[in-house]
């Protein structure tokens, strides 16, 4: 499933696309993906201009010259592919029609955006541009882990008295925006926390020093995406799903890589979700 820096890496590849760029026509393949698209889609979408493409949380949001804004969420199988000419970057030759091709965006600028989702748990909406904040799958999401609001004092309170395992915390969405069970394995192993520690019962200082961690575990994997999107411009243009070498998620009976500790990486499962932790060197 995508998480923050794998929807971000699909951002930027889509951005040259899409940004300034008119919607000549859209495709709309089916009614629905996880829910029923919005009415008239196809309408509302050609012709539009989009203004900006932006990111919140693990959604995308495309501002159209409508007043609308088209929001995008990958769900857990979906993928975007860029096909076509855009000036002074790529091209790739448009392929034929996959099988699970929803939504086929056209560009006036001849650059082709589709959205292939084998198992449709993605979902796409169309909504008033300066009401997408209020949005049901957006309004209760917490701040942006780079942004202002996301800072030592207010992760401290956030987590303050919460029984539940601090790897729980930090994957609900309301605490930090983004984060998902790759990113949240490897801030624990980094910070040297136990995934399993209540998150009240952890001190203010190690609570505080998991800030800048966040900040930069997900900036070295959005810097990964980047350079396999310069990769994935030579080669078939889909977007997002990069190699990306993980520390400890998905490396049970490995060797921790934390200098100087001898431990194994282990696998445990939590609230039905495998977590990967050094039991030598996260307390
Ligand atoms: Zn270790």
Known sequence: MPELPEVETVRRGLAPAMEGHVIERAEIRRPDLRWPLPARMAERLQGARVIMLRRRSKYLLADLSSGESLLIHLGMSGRMLVSGTMPGNFHHPHPAAQKHDHVVLHMDAGARVTFNDARRFGAMDLMATDAAASHWLLRDIGP????????????????????????????????????????????????????????????????????????????????????????????????????????????????????????????????????????????
Request: charge should be positive; proline fraction near 6%.
């Open 144 to 283: 942006e882990p780079f942004g202002n609001e996301f800072d030592e004092d207010y992760l401290v309170a956030r987590l303050k008295g919460r029984a539940s395992p601090i790897k729980t915390a930090l994957l609900d969405q309301r605490v930090v925006a983004g984060l998902g069970n790759i990113y949240a394995s490897e801030v624990l192993h980094r910070a040297a926390i136990d995934p399993r520690r209540a998150a009240g019962r952890i001190s203010a200082a190690r609570v505080a020093a998991l800030v800048p961690i966040i900040r930069q575990v997900l900036s070295e994997a959005i810097e990964a995406g980047g350079s396999s999107l310069r990769d994935h411009r030579q080669t078939d243009g889909e977007l997002g799903y990069f190699q990306h070498v993980f520390r400890v998620y998905d490396r049970e009976g490995a060797p921790c890589p934390r200098p100087g500790c001898n431990g194994t990486i282990r696998r445990i499962t939590q609230g039905g979700r495998s977590s990967y932790l050094c039991p030598s060197c996260q307390r």
